[in-house]
């Protein structure tokens, strides 16, 4: 309909020019048009509430006491209770949120009511300051459509954060009457204190059909895995108080209880390892005899010691978190805002965006049986452990805790995870703390995989115009007897190679490749040609490497099929009197990078180096025209955390930095541009990647007292 | 003609007001929307008053949430047992915690006569029976497994055992099913495959294939995969997984090879497959030959299907697939599952409403695509789009999941036990991240620690490094009284090394050890602890050992201070293997059909003599914890390689070689000092003695060697598989033997003749 009226809406004003001539047409044609176009308003206006009128929205400065008020009669349908059977593949319309290349679901969030039942009382608060700022902040995010006819999750305006402030039934009819609830399908309903006296279910107790439910306290028995989230308990006092990361470590006291409201039996448990384990202990209760005007909520007593609240948790090493009448407590908020370890003691409670968060890494559960036993069990922690919950806990805080805008946007994600799961964020981006991420590695091939030898390698010959010296160097590298190709780099755009008779004969397939500009970073591109996962880069002037010594290197190579394995080692430092790195091409003990005018690696690496290479490394690296070794180096070295792998003993290469022949002059520029390039990567990469050895590989009876013609590999380090 | 022309003109405006009147607002939005979206988007409101809106709760109400005169904690636990009787089970109310005090032990009901089981419930006993945890004495056991096989449910099948409720109810352990674990492959029958067992389960906890996910009871019970009845007890294949290709350069996408069902059960799902075939890089072949009386159901596809079937291989199909649609079956799970993980093709798993195996650990969403039933035709598209980086580490993860908790029947019942172990005492069991990163979650003991950074496996994972100082643990036999002269001046080597924290000797003859005072002073504390005369005592945790890498040493190993300097350096590199010098090879046999092993001098290496060696102490725990007491006797009882065990412990470990650093060259004193505490040849020799120059004492040496052979062989049996891996790399210092001055080298007595 609407693609109808549109159109006719646009052509409208094109045909009065012809009325003139033909007027039976013309009153036809408007009388059409008018005709056409008040059907179209009229469905528009009765059509009922997929598009909300637009004056609820384009006025920016409203006041929630504006808000229309819906009537519900009392006998308004009632959803089913919460369906317990119901799972992402039965209750969820996935038709809805469709294939789309960003894989991100659509979220539609209606427009605020008020709600009064017949008699015109409200049926609740019209909306909390928490459930306002969540519904923002899903507004503002990348998932919010305001076309309720793309939209994927439906989430109503209706706040039903706190079950006590609201009335039930009605509160259900109110949700029954939503424009698309359709049995509540692929709507989602927050919730964060559910149940009511005496019986404190763990769910909400709102009837909502299939209505998906994000909420704060369920039980193994309420939560319908894989279809609700578990959400926290937010804690106001988040936005309230700021409380300075304090850096991970002992604390004053080793476990503390701050909650006021305990059961008598828990505290008297409490109090009993208290008596047993002396100072360490601290059981924290509500204040008896505070002056007027301080608030309560933010102090707490031991005896005639007044604390400060929050503050107090940064004191200790694990704060215990006992269930109340409710499972989620508020005080697990408070208590990862400290980096205090929580101990949470809250039998067959589903811990918060426990879908996806790793819990035994910033917390310690405990069975409520087992109470009596938890400063031994907490005792039994190492100490560096007990560090990284501590640092854990803080983080899971910030992330995920700290405002309503956290808590929608994982609880999104999570949904969002489940409907195009091969898009789904990993276990790593949501666990690990920034300092993690930044400090460790995840090596792309950390399968430990030996390469069958049968595979061999392809040699990358990299040349511009020194043919001879490249002749030899094929000649020379077919002899290896794993070699399954060589591929020629023709980097010279202005002279053609070679022809083909003029090639040596060599028992491989050679192919050339032509490329398209002189780039030093055509050297690692990932070629086609090459079909093992092996590859050589050498020069087109290393002559000096024997059979033995490549072969040899390709046998290091598949024992380290994720590392650099080169001939030529070099070495960075840090010069202390310029205070930056330094280049070094002496004879050193170490090693941390090889050059790869003779080096093995993994093609991957090729794929990397041409696409992932961080910054603007790649470019710079083809304007300088050197360096790219280097490059590759950083690179490598970045992405496994490992270190290179010098083979064989030192040679004399011919090499920019080793001929000394050349003069000095031009190997002291040289040594200059090279260091250069080393704090110019380092600071793109944001950190020094590379390892330093003191090791290389030899083969196994190198130099041993024992028949050459035995070893594998005699013709090694012979110059 | 003009007043018409007029009225027409005013009949018009009339019309047009009237239009945007009512529907102006409306044209309006049109525009809108055919115009710039972002612009239009309307957004939640920003009340004008809404710092004055009240919060959610006060905090008074969230901080003293519920009255204390509610249920007391007690109370409630015991209402909950009344309340969630097996349907609703959960570990805190159906199992009773208080017989695992005493450690997690299994028990299995003995055979009972005339009862025969099935080879596949066979192997899960042996399994357990195998597995470290096992015990014949009910009294002490935490968990019990019955001797009914329970592995087929379905009446129509030959191995359906009747009348199991009767049997169990004889059963006096049985106490309503608490504490028991019942394994299950197939439950249900034709036309319906429900999860019916055909018999009360009672409060036992289910391990069970194809479990769905609302019968399932979370926490409590264990999806296991389906596998058949070929299935190797142990070791198992290898994954097909042979080189990391990017882009992964297969030669089809996606495919399926199965039957289709014509009727009943999932024949929704197995009848569309057909539909994604584009006879290109997607294959998807469906046969409706199945059942005896597929013809009388077949349709009009059916002939030509069939014939496309037949044209191409399964197996082919798997080897050179990227990704594998694995759908439901008539149950939920299929073989092709564990098929397509051990071929490392990516299983796109159709089969909605499934529990995957063991997914209270595994983390499938690394090794799996988890499509939905619901969007078949959307997966061609999907799995396009998934870069080539993340098909590398889907693939790698199928590899990896496979090697540890499938190959074989017995890591899948091992993994089973270690969930409902971890169960146990959440503080002591392992974390997500434990589970789903190498080398997995059964070589990763809790007890030995819950922090990553004292396991040799995560350092570069968490950005951690191995301590920078190492234990000398060195194992002494020589007769009491006086120390031997070797032994004197390895303790002063070894404590010469800058980065020695202290020196462990283990005392292993009967006689006490002498007294303090006779101990060489040195700059490292030294501990003595006495020990038996058991080899593997040497690999025992002993507390006293504190630092990640432990130097291994026997007493008349001869070894200079600048080689343990450098060795140690090393091992910082390589902290998850096996360091050392002395070093022997395994190969295969052929004529005899069975494994040698050589200490001759070869090309290659795979053992390294734990005599001089670095590794990390954790494999102290793995040797002693992990490998079953039978093993350790085995090698007491030979007294011969308890090295080699614990070179093919850490090689099944981490899949790799030990590395070999340069070793001086040995002077021949000292070879002869053979220990009077030993029994003739039984040690280990010392490391300048295996080599041909000198040659074994005759007879006594090759029934050593015999028995090393022997005993090899019966290591890779028990594994199922030789996990030893060669290697043919020696490391040396950057400048061994270069032609260099020497004051420019730092280990320059290393090439010392």
């Not at chain 1, 056409?36 to 920016?60: K, R």
């Not at chain 1, 001929?659 to 002291?668: F, K, M």
């Not at chain 2, 293997?577 to 059909?593: A, K, L, Y």
């Not at chain 2, 070999?660 to 070879?671: A, F, I, L, S």
Request: with cysteine; hydrophobic share 35%; glycine share 6%.
């Amino acid at each position: 309909i609407m693609c109808a009226s549109a159109k006719y809406n646009t052509r409208g004003p094109a045909l009065i020019p012809r009325m003139k001539t033909k007027h039976r047409i013309y009153y036809i044609t408007l009388f059409s048009i008018v005709l056409l176009g008040l059907v179209a308003t009229g469905m528009f206006q009765f059509w009922p509430h997929s598009i909300e009128s637009s004056s609820d929205w384009t006025v920016e400065k409203r006041s929630i006491h504006d808000v229309p008020v819906v009537k519900l009669p009392a006998d308004s349908p009632i959803p089913e209770r919460g369906d317990l059977s119901c799972r992402m593949h039965t209750c969820f319309d996935v038709y809805r949120c469709g294939f789309n290349p960003k894989n991100k679901i659509k979220v539609y969030i209606y427009s605020l009511k008020k709600y009064v039942d017949e008699y015109g009382t409200l049926v609740s608060n019209t909306i909390s300051r928490e459930y306002n700022e969540l519904l923002m902040a899903i507004s503002d995010s990348e998932f919010y459509t305001d076309d309720v006819n793309r939209a994927c999750l439906f989430v109503p305006s209706i706040d039903v954060l706190n079950q006590n402030t609201l009335r039930i039934k009605e509160t259900a009819q109110a949700l029954a009457q939503l424009s698309r609830w359709d049995r509540g399908t692929n709507h989602l309903l927050f919730n964060m204190l559910p149940g009511g006296p005496p019986d404190y279910n763990t769910a909400l107790d709102v009837p909502r059909d299939r209505a998906l439910l994000a909420g704060g306290g369920f039980s193994t028995w309420t939560y319908r895995q894989g279809y609700d989230v578990s959400i926290p308990v937010y804690s106001p006092l988040s936005g309230e108080v700021d409380l300075p990361e304090r850096g991970p470590g002992p604390r004053r006291y080793f476990i503390l209880s701050s909650q006021m409201a305990l059961h008598p039996e828990y505290r008297l448990e409490l109090e009993a390892l208290q008596a047993e384990n002396g100072e360490s202990v601290l059981i924290l209760d509500k204040c008896t005899n505070l002056s007027d005007g301080v608030p309560a909520v933010r102090k707490r007593c031991y005896k005639n010691q007044v604390f400060d609240y929050p503050q107090v948790l940064q004191e200790s090493t694990f704060c215990v978190v006992l269930r109340g009448a409710r499972l989620g407590q508020a005080v697990l908020s408070d208590v990862l805002q400290a980096g205090c370890v929580p101990v949470i003691i809250a039998d067959s409670y589903i811990l918060p965006f426990s879908e996806v968060l790793d819990w035994k890494r910033a917390s310690v559960v405990i069975p409520e049986e087992k109470m009596p036993e938890m400063y031994s069990i907490l005792q039994s922690i190492p100490q560096r452990q007990i560090e990284e919950m501590q640092r854990q806990a803080r983080w899971f805080w910030e992330a995920y805790f700290r405002s309503m805008k956290a808590i929608a946007l994982a609880t999104l994600q999570i949904i969002n995870d489940r409907i195009y799961p091969y898009a789904a964020i990993s276990y790593e981006e949501w666990n690990d703390p920034p300092a993690v991420k930044w400090s460790s590695v995840s090596n792309p091939l950390f399968l430990p995989l030996i390469p069958p030898q049968s595979q061999g390698f392809t040699a990358v010959v990299l040349t511009y115009d020194r043919v001879e010296s490249l002749f030899r160097v094929i000649t020379e590298v077919s002899k290896v007897p794993s070699l399954s190709k060589l591929l020629v780099v023709w980097n010279n755009q202005n002279k053609n190679p070679p022809e083909d008779s003029l090639w040596p004969k060599i028992r491989v397939p050679l192919k050339v490749v032509r490329t398209a500009e002189n780039k030093l970073s055509n050297r690692f591109f990932p070629y086609d040609e090459i079909e093992t996962e092996a590859v050589l880069a050498i020069d087109d002037d290393i002559i000096m490497l024997t059979s033995d010594e490549l072969q040899f290197g390709y046998e290091v190579w598949r024992e380290f099929p994720d590392r650099l394995v080169g001939y030529p080692g070099r070495l960075h430092l840090w010069d202390h009197e310029m205070n930056k790195w330094k280049y070094e091409s002496e004879w050193t003990n170490e090693v941390s990078m090889v050059l790869t005018g003779a080096a093995f690696y993994h093609k991957y690496f090729n794929y990397l180096y041409t696409y992932k290479m961080p910054g603007d490394i790649k470019n710079w690296v083809d304007a300088h025209m050197n360096c790219e070794d280097i490059a590759m180096n950083f690179l490598v070295a970045n992405v496994t955390g490992k270190s290179v792998i010098k083979v064989t003993p030192r040679k004399k290469f011919k090499c920019p930095e080793c001929t000394a022949i050349d003069g000095l002059s031009l190997d002291q520029t040289h040594m200059v541009e090279r260091s250069e390039c080393i704090n110019k990567f380092a600071s793109v990469f944001g950190t020094m990647p590379l390892k330093v050895v003191e090791h290389r590989a030899d083969p196994v009876l190198y130099k041993d007292d024992f028949p050459e013609k035995l070893k594998s590999f005699p013709n090694i380090g012979s110059l | 003609m003009q007043t018409r022309k007029k009225y027409i003109f005013l009949t018009f405006l009339a019309s047009w007001l009237l239009l945007f009147f009512f529907g102006g607002d409306q044209l309006r939005r049109f525009a809108l929307f055919s115009g710039k979206k972002a612009e239009a988007r309307r957004n939640w409101p920003r009340w004008t008053d809404r710092t004055l809106l009240k919060s959610f709760a006060d905090p008074e109400e969230l901080q003293r949430d519920g009255d204390p005169s509610l249920l007391s904690p007690r109370e409630r636990r015991a209402a909950w047992l009344s309340v969630y009787r097996s349907s609703g089970c959960r570990m805190e109310t159906c199992f009773d915690f208080s017989r695992c005090e005493r450690g997690f032990k299994v028990f299995t009901y003995p055979q009972e006569r005339g009862q025969p089981v099935s080879e596949t419930y066979g192997k899960i006993l042996s399994s357990i029976q195998r597995s470290r945890y096992h015990t014949l004495n009910p009294e002490e056991a935490c968990l019990f497994v019955l001797s009914i096989d329970t592995l087929d449910r379905d009446h129509l099948s030959g191995q359906y055992v009747r009348n199991v409720d009767e049997k169990i109810r004889g059963f006096p352990l049985w106490n309503g099913g608490r504490n028991h674990l019942i394994f299950n492959l197939y439950s249900g029958t034709w036309p319906g495959y429900t999860g019916e067992l055909g018999f009360d389960t009672g409060q036992a906890i289910l391990a069970k294939a194809s479990f769905d996910t609302q019968s399932f009871r979370p926490g409590f019970d264990v999806s296991i995969p389906l596998f058949s009845k070929e299935h190797p007890q142990r070791g198992g294949d290898r994954g097909w997984l042979y080189r990391h290709s990017v882009p992964p350069r297969k030669k089809y996408l996606l495919v399926f090879k199965g039957k289709r069902y014509l009727t009943g059960i999932s024949s929704g799902t197995r009848n569309a497959l057909h539909h994604i075939h584009n006879g290109k890089d997607i294959i998807s072949l469906t046969t409706c030959k199945h059942g005896k009386d597929w013809e009388k159901h077949k349709d009009t596809r059916c002939d030509k299907d069939n014939v496309d079937y037949e044209r191409f291989d399964y197996q082919e199909l798997l080897h050179n697939s990227t990704f594998c649609i694995v759908p439901r079956g008539r149950r939920l799970g299929s073989f092709r599952f564990l098929e397509a993980l051990q071929a490392a093709c990516i299983p796109v798993l159709l089969s909605d409403g499934w529990e995957l195996p063991f997914a209270e650990a595994i983390d499938w969403g690394k090794a799996a695509v988890v499509g939905s039933e619901r969007l078949l035709l959307q997966i061609p598209s999907a799995v396009r789009c998934i870069h080539p980086e993340r098909v590398l580490a889907f693939q790698q993860q199928t590899q990896f999941l496979w090697d540890a908790y499938f190959s074989s029947v017995d890591k899948i019942v091992h993994t089973t036990l270690e969930i409902i172990k971890d169960r146990l005492s959440p503080h002591r069991s392992r974390s997500r991240f434990l589970w789903n990163a190498l080398p997995g979650g059964l070589l990763v003991l809790p007890d030995f620690s819950t922090h990553l950074g004292d396991f040799p496996f995560y350092y570069l994972q968490h950005g951690y490094s191995p301590s920078k100082k190492f234990t000398a643990f060195i194992r002494a036999v020589s007769q009491a009284g006086s120390l031997s002269q070797p032994i004197l001046r390895l303790i002063q080597a070894v404590s010469g090394s800058q980065y020695c924290a202290q020196i462990v000797v283990l005392w292993g003859c009967q006689k006490p050890p002498p007294p303090s005072g006779q101990w060489p002073q040195s700059s490292v504390p030294l501990t003595v602890i006495q020990g038996s005369r058991k080899l593997s005592d040497r690999f025992f945790p002993f507390e006293a050992i504190q630092t990640d890498a432990v130097l291994s040493l026997d007493e008349d190993t001869s070894l200079s201070t600048s080689e343990v300097d450098f060795a140690f350096l090393v091992w910082r590199s390589f902290p998850e293997r096996i360091v050392g010098f002395p070093t022997q090879s395994h190969f295969w046999d052929p004529e005899q059909g069975r494994w040698a092993y050589t200490s001759k001098w070869t090309n290659e290496l795979s053992i390294v003599l734990t005599a001089a060696a670095f590794y990390h102490r954790y494999y102290h725990s793995l040797f002693t914890e992990f490998l079953p007491a039978g093993l350790r006797e085995l090698v007491d009882g030979l007294a011969a390689c308890e090295d080699i065990l614990m070179n093919v412990l850490v090689a099944a470990v981490t899949k790799l070689p030990p590395i070999k650093v340069t070793q001086r060259k040995q002077h021949k004193e000292g070879v002869a000092q053979q220990a009077e505490c030993r029994d003739g040849a039984a040690g280990t020799p010392p490391p300048g003695q295996r080599s041909p120059p000198a040659p074994l004492k005759g007879t006594a040496g090759s029934r050593r060697l015999s028995q090393r052979q022997d005993c090899l062989n019966r290591l890779a049996d028990w594994f199922g598989y030789m996990p030893l891996v060669s290697s043919q790399l020696r490391l040396d210092p950057v400048l061994f033997k270069d032609q260099v001055s020497v004051l420019r080298k730092k280990y320059p007595s290393l090439e010392k003749p």
